[in-house]
């Protein structure tokens, strides 16, 4: 079954670290750009960061840049978002998500996990 | 960045209606517009891309269309498993950006 799972999520203090973990299976997940999307409670989603198949190329949103670092393991068919810094507005369910093309990618998302939610409070 | 503007934020149907919801761009980004599908608890489930074209396994009462400088997502007839919060992104560049959302619910 083509699916993608979230893991990591939890409750941390502002100014603490999580590291989000998504598996991939029943797809070459090597030739695809990968993203991650987060959605805070009763909003709209908000895109958070892409990586490119090899890792060569990453971009992050202005609002996590220098926080938040992506990365994938094709190997382990895992994508990875390390947060640090963490603010009460990074409070959201995460989603990591599949570009609907592969090797070239088109920027938008045709397979989503169930999400993992993160809650920064004290 | 690119702002992308939906409307309604609401509105209220029954089945078998039409339904209409637009959105629109802060600037050009030619066809380069994806709409998504959105039941509560669940992850958004894409639609429509290349603003007019339908994803695989979407049903056919289901199409987009580009007007001038907005974007609209039409429903041909409501059906029960329609009522759900509906959400366009642009990918004409990065930042990738959704719309604020459109909330269909039973009249």
């Known amino acids: 079954e083509v699916q993608l799972v979230e893991s990591g999520g939890g409750l941390v203090k502002p100014g603490g670290s999580l590291r989000l973990s998504c598996a991939a299976s029943?797809?070459?997940?090597?030739?695809?750009?990968m993203y991650w999307v987060r959605q805070a409670p009763g909003k709209g989603p908000e895109w958070v960061s892409c990586?490119?198949?090899?890792?060569?190329?990453?971009y992050y949103a202005d609002s996590v840049k220098g926080r938040f670092t992506i990365s994938r393991d094709n190997a382990k068919n895992s994508l990875y978002l390390q947060m640090t810094g963490l603010r009460a507005e990074d409070t959201a369910i995460y989603y990591c998500?599949?570009?609907?093309?592969?090797?070239?990618?088109?920027?938008?998302?045709?397979?989503w996990g169930q999400g993992t939610l993160v809650t920064v409070s004290s | 960045d690119i702002q992308m503007t939906q409307s309604p934020s609401s509105l209220s149907a029954s089945v078998g209606d039409r339904v209409t919801i637009t959105c629109r761009a802060t600037?050009?980004?030619?066809?380069?517009l994806a709409w998504y599908q959105q039941k509560p608890g669940k992850a958004p489930k894409s639609l429509i891309y290349?603003?007019?074209s339908l994803q695989s396994g979407v049903p056919s009462r289901f199409s987009g269309s580009v007007s001038g400088t907005g974007f609209t997502l039409t429903i041909s007839s409501l059906q029960p498993e329609d009522f759900a919060t509906y959400y366009c992104?642009?990918?004409?560049?990065?930042?990738?950006?959704f719309g604020g959302g459109t909330k269909v619910d039973l009249k």
């Open positions: 998500a599949r570009d609907r093309r592969q090797y070239q990618p088109e920027n938008w998302f045709d397979l």
């Open positions: 029943g797809f070459i997940f090597s030739s695809y750009y």
């Open positions: 990586i490119s198949t090899s890792s060569s190329y990453t």
């Open positions: 600037q050009d980004i030619s066809s380069w």
């Open positions: 290349a603003a007019s």
């Open positions: 992104q642009q990918y004409h560049s990065f930042p990738l950006t």
